[in-house]
């Protein structure tokens, strides 16, 4: 996975995401020249870029979002000038465990009046990008989000795609005991900052 720190002056930013063909909040396969960036591995490693990696490509990724072929769907959650987005992905012989080699890491924005979101792996990981069984479309996922700042915020499905039939998306507010079907728009709800996350 790739992380490029995408600063917005507005809302703080957040990290760029890009692994195994899926974007999130704005990642690529395009690195532009003289661009920072961080890649996450367990374990020691050596990167080597070869000249046939190199690509004539403008870097204007952090405007766009790439989805892969599996089935897969993204969420953002937004208010108060603040938005950020977390992937599942649904991906034959995939582990509902965090794996390097199938998820992305969520990284923090860092900012104390923002919004942190993500999907938790069954062993507790936030990630942004979160592979998840093919043969469990029926499977509960946990997600984890603090806000920074009192207010009016939404979580909305943006992306449903590579489904082979209609999918639902149900989405349960532990705190207030509601559940929302997320295909007939998206949830509101009052954010305090003392939420459970």
């Known amino acids: 996975a790739t992380y490029v720190w995408n600063h917005d002056q507005a809302s703080f930013g957040a990290y760029a995401t890009y692994f195994d063909g899926i974007g999130a909040n704005g990642g690529s396969e395009v690195i532009p ?3 920072g960036f961080f890649i996450y591995t367990d374990a020691d490693a050596t990167l080597t870029f070869h000249d046939a990696d190199r690509i004539s490509t403008v870097g204007t990724f952090l405007r766009t979002n790439k989805s892969g072929s599996d089935p897969m769907i993204r969420l953002e959650l937004g208010g108060e000038g603040y938005a950020v987005e977390t992937v599942m992905r649904f991906k034959e012989g995939a582990s509902d465990s965090y794996l390097t080699i199938e998820d992305a890491l969520y990284f923090p924005s860092g900012s104390d009046v923002g919004v942190e979101f993500a999907s938790q792996s069954s062993n507790n990981y936030e990630l942004v990008i979160n592979s998840l069984p093919l043969d469990q479309l029926t499977a ?9 700042t009192n207010g009016v915020y939404t979580i909305e499905m943006i992306e449903a795609t590579n489904f082979s039939s209609p999918l639902t998306v ?3 507010d532990v705190k207030l005991g509601v559940t929302h079907d997320l295909n007939s728009g998206p949830y509101s709800f009052v954010g305090d900052i003392n939420d459970n996350e």
Do not use: C, N
């Open 170 to 172: 149900m989405l349960t």
């Open 33 to 35: 020249v003289m661009q």
């Open 140 to 148: 509960v996922t946990s997600l984890y989000s603090t806000i920074g």
